[in-house]
């Protein structure tokens, strides 16, 4: 099995990355397990031509290729993003654009597919103590897996995180989940 844990956030040593990581501690050796963290990547802002409507492919060259090839070779994904302004960060907004080319999301044009069978689960994080916000940004995963034909069979999330030293207090609780997650 290959699993991803994707950094939804610009941050490599936040609260955000410490859920990967300790997800990342219960996952079985023979497990192949790739990290990455969006705020390593160049990804341009999508420009709105829409000829990847046509062409299924996008005019851009960067580095959005690198990572769809990398969630293609994933049969489980974790997607942990926190919550920027009521919302994910600006740069997991801008790769779900750019994800266009590979979701169904123009009914009668030709996409780009992913392998199938592929599954997603999503985590959410904040500040703030009303899950409202955590909520949101769950459903905006959950609505990019329905476009792209991946599965998200479950979610959590925590709020009231400030920093990394935060998630210390839920660490049983996201360790149970990788070991249901990656069995
Ligand atoms: C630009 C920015 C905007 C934020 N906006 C919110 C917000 O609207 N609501 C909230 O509860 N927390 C907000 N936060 C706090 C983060 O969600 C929280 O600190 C989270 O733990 C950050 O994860 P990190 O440590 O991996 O960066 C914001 C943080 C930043 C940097």
Not at 48 to 77: F, L, P
Not at 163 to 179: H, N, P, R, S
Request: aromatic share 8%.
């Amino acid at each position: 099995m290959n699993v991803l844990l994707f950094n939804a956030s610009p941050k490599k040593n936040g609260a955000t990355q410490e859920i990967l990581a300790i997800m990342k501690e219960q996952i079985s050796t023979d497990v192949n397990v790739d990290m990455l963290c969006l705020g390593d990547f160049n990804i341009a802002y999508c420009l709105g031509e829409k000829c990847c409507y046509e062409t299924c492919t996008c005019i851009q060259e960067d580095d959005m290729q690198q990572i769809i090839d990398r969630i293609d070779q994933a049969d489980k994904i974790v997607i942990v993003a926190p919550s920027y302004w009521a919302d994910v960060p600006g740069q997991f907004k801008v790769f779900i654009d750019r994800c266009t080319p590979y979701s169904d999301t123009n009914p009668n044009q030709e996409h780009r597919k992913l392998k199938a069978g592929k599954v997603c689960y999503a985590v959410a994080l904040r500040t703030g103590t009303r899950p409202m916000e955590c909520e949101h940004i769950i459903d905006t995963i959950k609505h990019w897996c329905g476009h792209m034909k991946i599965e998200m069979p479950d979610s959590m999330y925590f709020c009231g995180i400030n920093d990394k030293a935060d998630i210390g207090l839920y660490q049983d609780q996201i360790a149970k989940k990788a070991i249901e997650w990656f069995l």
